[in-house]
């Protein structure tokens, strides 16, 4: 049986300021709908992915920006982040942890997704190991978003 992930639902405080966030970024708008005044839906896919993203009104009852390590895999770590850079998207230094941990996630006020000791370090992973790049954003309302640099795949995956 496949079981694939298709739709991840974003809590957002304005959907028209998400919508235009999203836009900025790079990801295709594929439905922009409302049945009434109480539901509005947004849906976006990202390049290359099978995978998209809603928001809008009447969505979800979870706070704005509560998503947290919504992760973007990409081929070129160095050359995404300049990409999103020069949309005007405010993006972290790419880095990688001190001891190689291939799980990075985003860090928004009390929210740390990461290891206790982990450590990052500016740059890409100095071996070019795969899964070990990474660089985050958020969207206007702080939900966090990581890029990860894969350019072989571990086995199963």
Known sequence: MDLKLEVLVLPVSDTDR????YDKLGFRLDLDTGASTDFRCVHFTPPG???S???GEGMTAAEPGSVQGLYLVV???NAARAELAD???EISDVFHDANGVLFH????????HRLP???RLTGRHPEGN???SFASFADPDGNGWVLQEITERFPGR
């Open 87 to 89: 949309r005007g998207i």
């Open 105 to 112: 996630g985003h860090e928004r006020g009390d929210v740390t």
């Open 75 to 77: 081929s070129d770590i």
């Open 53 to 55: 993203i809603m928001f």
């Open 18 to 21: 998400a919508k235009a966030f």
């Open 117 to 119: 000791g982990q450590e």
């Open 49 to 51: 992915s099978e995978c």
């Open 130 to 132: 795969t899964y070990s």
